[in-house]
Every structure is written in C-alpha cells, then in structure tokens.
C-alpha cells in the first residue's frame, strides 16, 4: 500500500484494520489491545471513556480531536487531515504512536 493510498483510505465505509507499527515502542499484542480498545470507545464505560478522553488531550494537545477521530471511528486520514487542518500525514502517524506508547494498563 501506498502513502497515497493509506491517507485516501481504502474502501470507504470499512472499518480500517489493525495495522503492527514497527515504529511504535510497543509489542503486536498490547498495539493491538490498544487498538481494539479504543475501536469499541462508544461502547465503552464512562470511567474508560473519560480515561481515553484525557490521554488524548495529554497527548495530542490542540490536535487531540483530529486523533480522537482518527482511533475511533472509520474516517480516513485524509478526512481527518481535512477536517482538523493538519497538512501532513507524518503528523496523525506521530499522534498515533505518542499515543500507543502513553497509553496505561488501567485502561485496558
């Protein structure tokens, strides 16, 4: 898959799949906990959802919503990237692994 490809999003409407980041500190299986995890935010606890909530915040800053969408819905990078005005993909893939690498046991 292609840069372009991955920030035009393949197959508009599908769930985006759990992908291993190499990049990312953190073992497959705790990456993809984590992404699961936060794939199911909706129906998740309250208590669980205002933990995500603040790791987003404390992670992301300013740029917290455009993460917070990008982990838990079906938006494609682009839609994001459009949406909350980030102009480069590099930024959401840096998000996602701040992210990844913050994220505590307790919210497992």
Known sequence: MTLQEM???????RMKGFRYR???????????V???TVKRYEQLPEKQRTGLDNLFRAVAGRNWGALKEYLTTDATPKDVM?????ASF????NLVKRFMEAYPDDLL
């Not at 920030?7 to 409407?13: N, Q, R, S, T, V």
């Not at 590099?90 to 893939?93: D, N």
Request: net charge neutral; hydrophobic share 25%.
């Open 7 to 13: 920030i035009d999003g393949e197959g508009k409407g």
């Open 22 to 32: 190499s990049s990312v500190n953190v073992p497959y299986d705790r990456q993809g």
């Open 90 to 93: 590099t930024t959401l893939q």
């Open 82 to 86: 459009s949406k909350h005005y980030i």
């Open 34 to 36: 984590i992404w699961f």
